[in-house]
């Protein structure tokens, strides 16, 4: 698999979270410690260092920590609202599933009795079958089925009343409401943030661990300096990561909407 | 005393490695043990098919299929797996539609399918028989069906007519049906209604049963009007009816026979393609007190099968009904499983290898028993009264399991089947339509 293909670093999500978190503080650290040792030498060779460089280079390196520390914080926020949108698609789902069932559960029967069952089927399929694949980046596609299923047999349904007519629109209209929804959840199972901007915070983590290359001041000082904000780095990048895909890694929707409808489906 | 010596950088280097070093060597087990990163390890698994029509006319019956078989794959992958590995499902659409089933079925296969489960209408099974055979997969089959055919490799977990007709017309013929005298054949136009039939009438020609055909009738898959076709019953003086009708349409046929008034004590209807599933589109006034003949009903009154019925009801719905071909259904995935240890590999030559070492399992119907020589398996003949509550009274069962016969000699002379040896024996070539 292509290193720079998002699915290529997913097995990164099953690491757990706190393992995972020290995995990308020892890389960072680990980085500023091995340049310190092999790049700094050669740097310092192209810097004179005079008494006020190490104030020229805390100014730059002030300025550059500002504008990356922004977009840090701007990708952080932009990758929350994707799994904060993902989440709302799944609860707006769920949601239309429940008053979808209760719709069905008004009509005559053995027609409601077929519909709802059709519905749990749904329900169970997401909770067993759909949320693991979701959780390995894949999209399901046997939910189609199971919603054709039902689109199908409410179809068969022949109004014979005006109230019936009335309850059948409904229950269309509430139908389409739910396919939207569950479209839209299964738009964000890959949605992530662009390998642009991936390109752009990595090369900003390294041109920021360059900077502190440069510093003139005891070795031992350095790595511990350098070490701290390399560390802080890792960690801010292990939370972006973390958010980046919806339903991948410890900050992921779950799937409490469908279990808690289902439960509620069970005792009805 | 010398001032201490500053240390120079290659000391903080080398310092610096060593603690480095002895830090990872420290912390590296309980950070990353096994050097897996603390990842769980992920279940190797093997991928199954399932055909089934989730969509259109059979669908409400199929469904079933695929949710019996689904639940008995997770109960296998819950205890563990099959030979270390998780099984997963591959259940595609086949939408009741016939020439969709040799596609989907190329398409599981594809997808590294070691068996598939499936088909309901004898069409479907046709249909993909090809594809099997040229895969040299196994399908395990779990529909009652017609008989007269035989392939190596397909699992037949469904009656026979020598498990499911023959019976039928020896209880009509007896005290307990009534010592019935006028047979009214009515089926679906289709390869299981005709060839059931078929057996039926040279059963009875042969036989010293004292019941006759009087009257014999079909209508395509999915008719809903049956009310010319209950006149004849009427006007031909039968005085029972075997109902081979497939689908939807036996909501037509019950509606039309209760507005004809026809007393199920008087021209009882005993239907082979009704269970429960079915009796849930139908209204229980139309159908009650007719019969159905099956290998198993969900008021089978034994331990094994109320904790069967409570399982699957608790894993899909309350209002949810077990039925014949779920019993079967659930039936093939175990005794798969049972082959496949026995095997001890997922090869369909293994496996079918496995088969003549003689597999049997306890289902909520009973035991059943795979015979290497048909690929059939053995069972019950039971017999149910419609009741009111959708349910079946059961007023008659086989004493022992009956052993399978694709080609009942009454009906195909000459014609066998034994796997373990040299396959199927041609007898003459038969017509089941000629004489229609």
């Known amino acids: 698999m292509h290193p720079f293909q998002p699915e290529s670093w997913y097995w990164l999500y099953d690491v757990p979270p706190f393992r995972l978190s020290l995995l990308f503080v020892a890389v960072f650290v680990g980085f500023y410690w091995l340049g310190s040792i092999i790049v700094r030498p050669i740097l310092r060779q192209f810097v004179k260092y005079t008494a006020g460089s190490n104030d020229i280079i805390g100014y730059v390196l002030s300025c550059f920590c500002v504008f990356y520390g922004l977009l840090l914080g701007l990708i952080a926020v932009t990758a929350y609202q994707n799994v904060s949108e993902a989440g709302a698609n799944v609860t707006r789902e769920a949601s239309a599933l429940s008053a979808l069932y209760e719709d069905v559960s008004r009509y005559p029967e053995p027609h409601a009795q077929n519909l709802r069952w059709l519905l749990r089927d749904y329900t169970r399929y997401v909770i067993k079958y759909a949320w693991p694949l979701q959780q390995r980046g894949i999209v399901p596609q046997e939910g189609a089925i199971r919603a054709a299923a039902f689109y199908d047999r409410l179809l068969e349904f022949k109004p014979a009343t005006p109230p019936e007519e009335i309850l059948h629109a409904e229950t269309l209209r509430q139908f ?93 | ?248 349409s036996n909501v037509g046929l019950f509606a039309a026979l209760a507005e004809a008034k026809v007393d199920p004590a008087k021209i009882p209807v005993v239907s082979t393609s009704i269970a429960e599933e079915e009796l849930r589109s139908i209204l229980p006034a139309q159908v009650k007190g007719h019969y159905a003949a099956g290998c198993y009903f969900q008021s089978l009154d034994t331990p094994a099968n109320q904790s069967w019925v409570e399982g699957f009801r608790r894993e899909f719905g309350y209002d949810r009904v077990t039925d014949d071909p779920m019993e079967p259904a659930w039936c093939l995935v175990h005794l798969w499983k049972r082959a496949v240890e026995k095997a001890g590999s997922f090869d369909t030559a293994a496996i079918r290898q496995a088969f003549c070492e003689g597999l049997e399992f306890d289902g909520p119907g009973g035991r059943v028993r795979l015979d290497p020589r048909t690929q059939h398996t053995t069972k019950y003949f039971r017999l149910g009264r419609i009741r009111s509550d959708r349910q079946f009274d059961i007023v008659h069962a086989s004493p022992e399991p009956i052993a399978p016969d694709p080609y009942p000699q009454v009906a195909f002379p000459g014609w066998s089947v034994d796997w373990t040896k040299d396959g199927v024996t041609r007898g003459p070539e038969v017509d089941i339509h000629g004489d229609v």
């Open chain 1, 176 to 268: 389409n409401t739910f396919l939207e929804a569950r479209q839209m959840r299964l738009y964000s199972v890959n949605s992530s943030l662009p390998a642009s901007m991936w390109y752009v915070m990595i090369l900003g983590a390294i041109l920021n661990i360059a900077i502190c290359w440069l510093f003139d001041m005891r070795f031992i000082t350095q790595l511990m300096l350098g070490g701290i904000l390399a560390a802080y780095l890792g960690i801010m990048m292990h939370l972006i990561f973390d958010m980046n895909q919806p339903f991948l890694g410890d900050v992921s929707i779950t799937a409490e909407p469908f279990e808690t409808l289902y439960a509620r489906m069970e005792d009805a």
């Open chain 2, 1 to 248: 005393m010398p001032p201490a010596a500053r240390p120079t950088r290659r000391d903080a280097i080398r310092g610096g490695a060593a603690a480095t070093l002895a830090a990872a060597r420290a912390l590296a087990p309980a950070l990353f043990a096994g050097c897996s990163l603390g990842i769980p390890p992920r279940a190797k698994t093997v991928t199954v098919g399932m055909l089934h029509s989730q969509t259109g006319p059979l669908a409400m019956s199929a469904t079933s299929l695929r949710d019996i078989e689904l639940h008995a794959i997770e109960g296998i992958n819950a205890a563990g797996g099959l030979l270390g590995r998780e099984i997963v499902a591959l259940a595609p659409d086949t939408r009741s539609k016939v020439d969709l089933f040799p596609k989907r079925a190329r398409q599981v296969l594809d997808a590294d399918a070691v068996a598939v489960f499936g088909c309901w209408t004898s069409a479907s099974r046709k249909a993909v028989l090809p594809v099997f055979e040229a895969a040299k997969t196994l399908l395990f089959y779990p529909v009652q069906y017609e008989g007269n055919e035989s392939s190596p490799s397909v699992v037949y977990g469904g009656m026979v007519p020598n498990q499911q007709i023959l019976p039928t017309l020896d209880w009509l013929a007896g005290a307990a049906g009534g010592f019935r005298k006028k047979l009214f054949l009515v089926g679906s136009d289709y390869v299981f209604p005709r060839t059931a039939n078929y057996v039926a009438k040279k059963a009875l020609e042969a036989g010293a049963r004292g019941l006759k055909v009087v009257g014999e009738e079909y209508v395509p898959l999915g008719d809903r009007d049956f009310s010319g076709l209950v006149r004849k019953i009427l006007d031909s003086g039968a005085d029972c009816v075997l109902n081979t009708v497939n689908g939807d």
